[in-house]
């Protein structure tokens, strides 16, 4: 292979407590800690292992957001991207129009391979890889749980109900990431550091020429009802009394 697209989407960092906007419009991000998606962390690690496996000769990372989005393209570079694209804008990106920017990228940059994460955590789609595999008509392999390269053939294992499937799919192609396909490395200072010298391009959204008009109505964001607190029960009769007092069995 010659190239491996990666799509990373910046999001609220996973061990952060989201906090909704007083008007609950959506979650409040001012002056909260966004990193990585972990998902997309786990695609990039498993391009960069393909790459060290003389599998592929370069990794691109590419994320739709805002400037501060260049910190996520740098830490993907220090994990081994090559270099890195950020489609600058401000505005939320709905998985379609993420999926026709990418599309817009691979048109540019030709790559053989485009793996992103199933999900980003932030909004759950789990769209924009399938989204991206219909529009460039692409075979897809969605959850991928480990992926190899035979002959030019891709044969990608998928967590399924009741046991693991393996497609083989000629590429290009695209592929989603599932939690266990690897466990991303730490960024060592030295990579960190030439991670700054590496390209990172950065074009405005409005250069793309593509409708960015929101298609889905987001009518309201609640936080959950807080939990209520346990009791520890003595033994297991308790335990079952309880249940039935509270009509549970
Ligand atoms: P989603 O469909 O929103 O759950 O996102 C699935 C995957 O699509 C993510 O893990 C990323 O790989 C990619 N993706 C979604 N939104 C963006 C974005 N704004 N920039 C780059 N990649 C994205």
Redo the contacts with the bound molecule.
């Keep these: 292979m010659k190239k491996i697209l990666v ?3 910046m999001v609220l960092d996973a061990n952060v407590r989201p906090r909704v906007k007083a008007d609950g419009s959506g979650v409040d991000l001012s002056g909260m800690k966004l990193s990585i ?1 972990p ?2 962390e786990i ?1 990039i690690e498993e391009a960069v292992r393909l790459k060290e496996k003389g599998l592929a000769e370069e990794v691109v990372a ?4 805002p400037a501060k989005a260049q910190d996520i393209l740098r830490q993907a570079m220090a994990m081994g991207a090559d270099r890195a694209r950020l489609i600058e804008t401000d505005r939320p ?1 709905e ?1 379609l129009t ?1 999926a026709k920017l ?1 599309r817009t990228v691979v048109e540019e940059e030709n790559p053989d391979l485009v793996i ?5 955590v932030d ?7 399938q989204m991206l595999a219909a529009l460039l008509d692409w075979p897809q392999a969605t959850f991928a749980s480990a992926v190899a390269v035979d002959a030019g053939t891709l044969h990608v294992t998928r967590e399924v109900d009741g046991g693991h499937q393996t497609l083989a799919l000629p590429l290009p192609a695209v592929v ?1 990431t599932d939690l266990r396909l690897n466990e991303p490395r730490h960024c060592s200072l030295p990579n960190i550091m030439k991670a700054r010298k590496k390209a990172l391009d950065i074009t405005p959204v409005a250069n793309c020429g593509l409708d960015l008009a929101a298609r889905l109505n987001v009518l309201g964001v609640k936080p959950p009802e807080p939990r209520k607190t346990g009791r520890r029960v003595a033994n297991v009769s308790e335990l079952v009394g309880d249940l039935r007092a509270a009509g549970v069995i």
């Design positions: 799509p990373i989407k998606n998902f997309c695609a590419i994320s739709i957001g990106i998985p993420a990418i992103l994460g199933k999900q980003a909004d759950d789609c789990n769209q924009t890889g989603t």
